[in-house]
């Protein structure tokens, strides 16, 4: 049998043999008394990383997001987000549900947020008008390609939310992507920023969990609204201590996935009837358009899963793919002949 090549995620990555190792020797506590040893170190390490002063572990990255969009807003409020970004596509309406907010999506080309945009969008301070509560970001944009907020333009919208008051939350679930591709420290991306949540269950192999950082107090409301939506647990270090071999040893190699997704991009910009610009590519994640008539990316998927290699349809033109750890650069090159093969073929 051949070995199937899972490109539909970087979620898709399984805990490292050093994570089970140190998963099975965690030492553990109750963290709802603050006692386990693993999860402390974990919030204390995650912290450092981004220059932040605490952290919480949270199950998800949603629960992540989540509880900062609860803390940042009052009910009635509305939030400036992206059109295409997670928080408002892919999270159940939690900001509804959870915090009576609404969302204000903003169409942007790339998934990168601009001050001018977002100025427009601001409420007017009127009785009659929800008022602007929070702006969210999105680094990297998972559904406009894997894009990075220049270290410019985040901090463009710092500026302006200084000037209006309006905090800026970032859900930066891949923000150890964008530092590796702009090469730069994650404290040079997270800077000023009053919270910022990333996961440590993608691309950094870890088989479960987030973290949201921001200040000792808002991590100390953020610790209730955790305990809140069921989110507190008890000897979790058996699970910390694979989310800290993922920050102490996997932030390293993430170049060598956005230098196969790049490969790929380059290979299938060269095929008659898919549309990719490859230079566009900067992270892990690509996006390819299927141009020939007659051809559904469905249908192209399903002919490649027959092949052992599985991607994600976006739309009936569209296809997702992911690089991460377990997909070897030999895989990669594998899953283009597979498209190379049937585009041929028909
Ligand atoms: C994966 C992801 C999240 C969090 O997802 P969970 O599956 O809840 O951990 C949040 N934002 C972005 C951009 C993501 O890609």
Known sequence: MTKTIDLRSDTVTRPTPEMRRAMADAEVGDDCYLEDPTVNKLQEVAAEKVGMEAALYVPTGTMGNQIAVKL?????????????????????????????????????????????????????????RSRTGLITLENTHNYAGGSVYSIARSREILDFSCESGIPVHMDGARIFNAATALGCDVKELTKGFPSVMFCLSKG????????????????????????????????????????????????????????????IAEQLSRIDGISIDPTKVRTNILFFEITRPGLSAPQLITSLEERGVLAGSEDSSRIRMLTHHDVSREDCQAACRAICELMDGG
Do not use: W, Y
């Open 72 to 128: 940042h807003t009052q009910p009635s409020e509305e939030v400036i987000t992206e059109e295409r970004g997670h928080i408002f596509n892919f999270e159940m309406a939690g900001m509804a549900a959870l915090s009576g907010v609404q969302a204000r999506p903003l169409h942007t080309a790339d998934g990168i947020l601009d001050v001018s945009s977002i100025r427009k969008a601001v409420r007017p301070k009127m009785f009659s």
């Open 204 to 263: 950094l192999c870890a088989p479960v969990g987030s973290v949201l950082c921001g200040s000792g107090d808002f991590i100390d409301r953020a610790r209730s609204q955790r305990k809140l939506l069921g989110g507190g647990m008890r000897q979790v270090g058996i699970l910390a201590a694979a989310g800290l071999v993922a920050l102490e040893n996997m932030v390293g190699r993430l170049g060598e996935d956005h230098a196969n997704a790049r490969m």
